[in-house]
């Protein structure tokens, strides 16, 4: 073999030493950087930043999405120029791929010019249509990594727990990333089984029994599914298994009903298909801290486009401070969160996210009123008869008036579910303020149409409205 192997092999694309000294994971990360002092971490973030506007400007995106704005290169000298900046969301995204297929200009890589280097490929959820590629040179993919074991050492994660992961597998990016940060970084043993249409839930249950699983990475839904396939029909208390944690994404979900259900504690965090991790609990699960030697997370008004203040909700905008395919400068998530305010008792220096309280993009308008799925689920959340389950289908009825009907799960087995619709109807109408019909359902009848069984994407909403 030559002494010099070609840099498409990937032990020789990275200096792996160096990039840990960069982007430090486990206890080194703790200690150097989640407790940074304020100042130093404004530092990095400032160094960090510059450079990747600078590798920005390269990318026929920026240049073209900029220039529109009146943009040059040198306009903006810091993070405090970063309100100067467009913001651009997925549907910019998806115009760049049919401009220039298959794969965007929004990548900053041209196989006909750039040198060879190994990629991995992963796409968007995508629900309707094909989902957005995403290419990752290995140190976007390493740091993608890192930043996924973080959340897992900060979750109380070491070497040889036996984590088991649920999310999906395939063209989707959480189950695969879950995997690289679990075993490269953490030295826990990731048993990567996958959503429900990789291994079915019987299968996941035996799994974890048997192969004496202590961490579960899972979506809040498919923990309360679980949860029901174990007692139904095993006859099994999964409290019984002894978790250790349970490492998930929240959203607009309640952390309690799951820590009693499982009797352990649940870690939020959040991420995205084109960043990784961006922000995850720490022990003391009283707020997200997001990584901020890799990021500059701003919270925004939708209307305004600039930060609101601490305990205000608004859409967050996304920067990295890593990526060097597909630099994200200002992205336009759709999720909506807010600060917290004070410092954590951790002594960790990086801000915190409240949770992620749903999608500014997934809402419907019924009569005037904004109502989000995630509200929905919230109500549902109170009913004890329920197991949590429920899907929203607006359509149109007569005289062209939209309406909105949630089927709910019930797990109860009553025989007469007119009260319970009726209740449930008057929940709805005192907390969105507009009338929304509810439809009681058996156990699993919503399945078909969100997907629970079979992926990671849960689908809360269905729209099935008639075009104007």
């Known amino acids: 073999m030559s002494a010099n192997p070609p840099s ?23 200690e150097q950087v989640h407790r940074m002092p304020v100042e130093r971490l404004r530092d990095l973030q400032e160094t960090r930043f510059l450079a990747q506007m600078k590798r920005a400007w390269e990318v026929p995106f920026y240049a073209r999405h900029w220039g529109a704005a009146g943009m040059e290169p040198g306009d903006v000298r810091g993070l405090d120029d970063l309100d100067r900046i467009p913001p651009y969301d997925v549907n910019d995204l998806r115009e ?28 968007s959820g995508g629900t309707t249509g094909l989902p957005r590629p995403m290419l990752y040179t290995p140190r976007d993919r390493e740091v993608m990594a890192i930043t ?9 994660v070491r070497p040889f727990d036996i984590a ?69 029909e095993f006859g099994f208390d999964v409290r019984e298994l002894g978790l250790k944690a349970l490492v998930t994404h929240l959203g607009a979900d309640a952390r309690e009903p799951l820590e009693s259900m499982w009797n352990a504690p649940a870690f939020d965090s959040y991420g995205t298909n084109e960043c990784g991790t961006i922000a995850s609990d720490c022990d003391l699960r009283g707020g997200m801290h997001v990584f901020e030697d890799a990021f500059a997370v701003q919270v925004c008004d939708a209307q305004t486009l ?32 807010s600060w917290m305010r004070g410092t954590c008792a951790c002594g960790g220096t ?26 929905i689920g919230s109500v549902v959340a109170e009913q004890a008869w329920s197991n949590g389950e429920y899907v929203c289908l607006v359509e149109t009825a007569q005289a062209h008036r939209d309406e909105m009907t949630v089927m709910v799960e019930d797990a109860s087995g009553a025989a007469v579910r007119a009260g319970l619709q009726a209740a449930l109807e008057s929940r709805f109408k005192e907390v969105l303020g507009v009338k929304v019909l509810a439809r009681i359902v058996d156990v699993g009848a919503t399945d078909s149409l ?16 008639t075009p104007a």
Request: aromatic content about 10%.
């Open 8 to 30: 498409f092999y990937y032990p020789h694309a990275l200096d792996f030493d160096a990039l840990l000294r960069e982007f430090p994971t486990g206890r080194e990360y703790v």
């Open 96 to 123: 760049s791929i049919e401009r220039a297929p298959p794969w965007g200009d929004y990548l900053g890589i041209d196989p006909s010019t750039s040198p060879p280097m190994p990629l991995a490929f992963h796409t």
């Open 148 to 156: 996924s074991a973080r959340r897992q050492y900060l979750a109380g």
């Open 164 to 232: 088991q992961v649920t999310f999906s597998l395939g063209l989707a990016n959480a189950g695969m990333l879950s995997r690289e940060g679990l075993w490269k970084y953490t030295g826990a043993v990731p048993v990567v089984t996958g959503s429900g249409a990789t291994l079915p839930t019987r299968r996941q249950i035996e799994v974890m029994r048997a192969w004496k699983v202590n961490v579960l990475l899972a979506f809040p839904a498919y923990l309360r599914h679980l949860a029901d396939v174990a007692r139904s």
């Open 306 to 337: 600039k930060p609101t203040p601490e305990g205000e909700r608004g859409t967050m905008f996304v920067t990295s401070l890593f990526k060097h395919a597909a630099p994200i400068i200002r992205f336009n998530s759709n999720d909506v969160s």
């Open 350 to 375: 990086h801000r915190r996210l409240e949770r992620i309280f749903g999608r500014s993009d997934n809402m419907v308008k019924l009569r005037g009123v904004n109502v989000f799925p995630d509200a």
């Open 450 to 465: 969100t997907g629970l069984s079979t992926t990671s994407k849960i689908r809360r909403l269905i729209d099935r409205r």
